[in-house]
């Protein structure tokens, strides 16, 4: 039949068309490895087309526009600076749509660690949306509140992996005024399943439960790849917190998360793997600041900011008194960033990855490798390790 159900692999999981059939005849159901995809109950489709009008895998060239400028950026705000992921580009994005009265769309963790697209309307909550979330965002319902909040005329900002974004276009059926988006570079994403599995065992060995976790937390070593997680245990007399920071590489599930051999199977055909951007703005981590622009590196971190379109440049004047900002070139945001040149390569052992996922020990069965350069980095003091960056 003519619907969504031809799409495939090439289905990024932004749950689009099962809030967009008339018919209410698609669900979305997870895989094996955990990744979702429509199903459609078949006996029930019309053959409208609104699902695949409303498919960003059918609308790939929407609202697609090269970036106009490009900018270094770091938040002048030292607490919002290192809550955030690179130098809070993102959160000053947030900050300037909440100024004006509007509402911010972003990937949040739950108290269980479940990371999903939340609507955020004070400042209190950005912390919230903050730092990045090395997991595949349920974007829920997102969309369809969003289509309300512009009825209702809310000027509304939209964060997320380049094709939440293009999601969101091919929903409402292209640009609309009051909306701003800000799209990630983005190398690819793990199933929410591999992160579940991955917090159980962390549970199990801390004997306690995780109550936080940060992918890319500044409080031990400033800007890099460094995770922190809190555990809480009881005891018969009390309760005891535990803090814990390791290399993402070093991890069994950052090693996989960075290798990406455990990417959604859209990720490896990714069509937002290039300077061609779908958010107005695009914000990374800006990699090669220490060799372009030394004298604006810093260890609390520096995104690159790519304006895209006029609604983009409008957001970024909004933006600018939140952070000290230097203007770059395409060339040097893109050092390091394999993903604005090409998809991430799929490696042989994809294919066998989540095969034992549903195993109980899949996760400590991980390989992490002796990776010798990543331990002597993970304990060489970080400011000799910025020193050497530089030169
Ligand atoms: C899966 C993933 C892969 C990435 N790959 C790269 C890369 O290859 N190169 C690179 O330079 N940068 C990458 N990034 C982006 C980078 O990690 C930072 O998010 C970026 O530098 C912005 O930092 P910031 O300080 O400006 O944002 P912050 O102020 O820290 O805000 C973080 C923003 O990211 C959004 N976000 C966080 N997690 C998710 C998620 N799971 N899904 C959707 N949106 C999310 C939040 O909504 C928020 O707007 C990736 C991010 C993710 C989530
Ligand atoms: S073709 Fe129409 S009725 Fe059929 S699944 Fe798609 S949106 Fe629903
Ligand atoms: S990409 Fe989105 S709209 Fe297209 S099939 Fe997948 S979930 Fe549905
Ligand atoms: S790599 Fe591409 S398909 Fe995968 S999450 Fe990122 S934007 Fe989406």
């Not at 555990?231 to 920071?245: A, L, P, R």
């Not at 937002?272 to 695009?282: H, K, L």
């Not at 981590?285 to 609390?300: L, V, Y």
Request: hydrophobic share 30%; charged share 25%; proline share 4%.
């Amino acid at each position: 039949m003519e619907n969504i159900s031809r799409i495939k692999e090439k289905c990024v999981g932004c749950k689009s068309c099962e809030q967009s059939c008339p018919k209410h005849c698609i669900s979305i159901g997870e895989n094996k490895e955990g990744f979702w995809y429509p199903i459609v109950d078949e006996k029930n489709c019309v053959e409208c087309g609104k699902c695949l009008k409303t498919c960003p895998a059918e609308n790939i060239e929407q609202h697609r526009n090269m970036p106009q400028t490009v900018w270094a950026w770091r938040n002048k705000n030292d607490a919002d600076i290192m809550k955030s992921a690179s130098g809070g580009a993102a959160d000053s994005a947030a900050k300037a749509v909440l100024q004006m009265g509007g509402v911010v769309y972003g990937a949040a963790c739950d108290e269980q660690l479940v990371v999903s697209h939340i609507e955020i309307e004070s400042n209190a909550e950005r912390e919230k949306i903050q730092s990045s979330k090395y997991v595949q965002s349920d974007p829920k319902y997102s969309y369809s509140k969003v289509k309300q909040r512009l009825a209702e005329g809310k000027k509304v900002l939209y964060t997320g992996t380049p094709c939440q974004i293009a999601g969101l276009y091919a929903f409402l059926g292209g640009d609309k005024p009051n909306l701003y988006t800000v799209d990630l570079i983005c190398h690819g994403v793990p199933s929410p399943k591999f992160f579940k599995k991955y917090i159980e065992y962390q549970n199990r060995q801390t004997d306690g439960r995780v109550i936080y976790f940060n992918f890319r937390s500044k409080d031990k070593r400033g800007w890099g790849t460094q995770y922190l997680l809190k555990t809480k245990t009881k005891t018969k007399t009390k309760t005891k917190t535990k803090t814990k920071t390791k290399t993402l590489s070093l991890d069994r599930y950052g090693k996989h998360f960075m290798d990406g051999d455990c990417y959604r199977e859209s990720c490896y055909q990714c069509a937002y793997a290039n300077t061609s951007r779908v958010g107005d703005i695009t914000v990374g981590d800006f990699w090669g600041i220490a060799k372009s622009h030394p004298g604006f590196n810093s260890p609390k971190g520096v995104s690159s900011v790519f304006v895209n379109t006029e609604k983009g440049q409008e957001l970024f004047e909004k933006m600018k008194p939140f952070a000290e900002t230097e203007q770059a070139t395409l060339k040097e945001a893109m050092v390091k960033q394999h993903n604005l040149v090409q998809p991430s390569h799929r490696p042989e052992n994809r294919s066998n990855f989540y095969k034992e996922i549903d195993e109980p020990d899949f996760v400590s069965n991980l390989k992490v490798g002796l990776q010798l350069k990543a331990r002597i980095k993970a304990i060489l003091p970080s400011k000799l390790i910025q020193k050497i960056k530089s030169l």
